[in-house]
């Protein structure tokens, strides 16, 4: 029986065909050669890494924002009610934005304001000079001891768009803010402004 010798079975990997490089017994002929090949697999691994980024899956209504201490939240809700059947343009205003800024693994700290108002007809309203209600709470859950502050305006101005029957109510506000508590007004004013949209 004649036995027929089978040719040697070379196999070039695509980067090595690139660079000119063969593999002979697995062993690579010369240190050089092994050199650059790990340099060329290792730039080819850390080029196809992609940075994640951050995904915000809180629900947002697109009906408003808030801008607190100089950054912007957009709402998470927004509503109103007429609080008196017999006050046509009575209103109770209640909005929230999530502060957590698209991280989902931080606890949802939040703003909640509450606006009351037993006429929204007038044009502008001031915070110093008009009677009408609002409350902010900022919920930080990163301090146990004072998870919710609340503020109030010491300064600032509202202008509200009445709403015809079915159609969006707008609601604009710009407030220098003190925290109370026990009643007083402490600490240094926060800038606090925003928009409501609401049908």
């Known amino acids: 029986m004649t036995l027929k010798r089978r040719g040697r079975n070379t196999c070039y990997t695509p980067i090595l065909s690139k660079f000119g490089l063969s593999l002979k017994k697995g062993i690579m002929k010369n240190w ?6 790990i340099t060329v ?22 009906c408003g ?3 607190w201490e100089g950054v912007s939240y957009a709402l998470n809700d927004a509503s109103k009610i007429q609080w008196d059947d017999t006050l046509f343009y009575s209103r109770d205003y209640y909005a929230t934005a999530e502060l957590r800024q698209g991280n989902q693994f931080l606890e949802p700290n939040s703003l909640n304001l509450v606006m009351n ?6 044009l502008v309203f001031l915070a110093e000079v008009d009677t009408f209600d609002v409350l902010l709470q900022e919920v930080n859950y990163s301090d146990p001891l004072n998870i919710i502050r609340e503020f109030v305006p010491e300064i600032g101005t509202v202008s509200i768009v009445p709403s015809l029957p079915g159609g969006t ?7 220098s803010m003190k925290q109370r508590v026990n009643g007083q007004l402490v600490g240094f004013p926060v800038p606090f402004a925003g928009s409501l949209r609401i049908r």
């Open 32 to 37: 050089l050669s092994s050199f650059a090949l």
């Open 41 to 62: 697999i290792a730039l080819s691994l850390t080029s196809c890494k992609k940075e994640v980024e951050e995904e915000d899956l809180s629900y947002k209504c697109n």
């Open 65 to 67: 924002g808030f801008s």
């Open 117 to 122: 108002f037993e006429d929204i007809t007038q």
């Open 169 to 175: 109510e707008t609601v604009s506000f710009n407030f």
